[in-house]
């Protein structure tokens, strides 16, 4: 009686049903998963008003616009807004004069439910600054 070594096929066999395991659970987990509730508008308003707070909480928001850095300003405002949510950010000053001669933005809001976000901010320097923030947001999909 001849005994082969089948460790080598076993192992094959047991990383091949592993990989078909972790396919599985991809395939259903996205099959499942909640989508974004375009009626939802106050989670919206939520997530940008959140947003705008993490960003004034050491005084970065209102250096960046003092800075006019809009470029930084619409990146961070592109990673701390969920994937899935569009944006459209307006910065005025005292005046309600719109400062920023850029879109800060990453999609368009046309033809979307939009949900509007006013922010009050003051710079933190040595003449205080204030600063009116309009931020719109909406559901792409």
């Known amino acids: 009686m ?18 078909v395991v972790m396919f599985s659970a ?13 009626n939802n508008q106050k989670s ?13 909480v050491n005084g970065t928001l209102g250096k960046l616009i003092a800075q006019e850095n809009w470029t930084s300003l619409r990146e961070s405002l592109t990673v701390l807004l969920p994937i899935g949510v569009s944006y459209n950010l307006t910065v005025y ?8 001669n850029i879109a800060i933005s990453n999609g368009n809001l ?11 901010c003051a710079s933190q320097s040595l003449e205080p600054q204030h600063y009116l923030l309009q931020l719109q947001l909406a559901f792409v999909g």
């Open 2 to 19: 001849i005994i082969s070594n089948n460790k080598g096929q076993i192992k094959t066999l047991e990383a091949f049903l592993a990989v």
């Open 110 to 120: 046309v033809g979307r439910k939009v949900e509007s976000v006013q922010y009050l």
């Open 44 to 56: 919206l308003a939520t997530l940008g008003m959140q947003a705008l707070i993490k960003l004034d």
């Open 26 to 38: 991809l395939i259903i987990s996205t099959t499942f998963s909640p989508e974004a509730n375009p």
């Open 93 to 100: 000053d005292d005046q309600l004069h719109s400062m920023n």
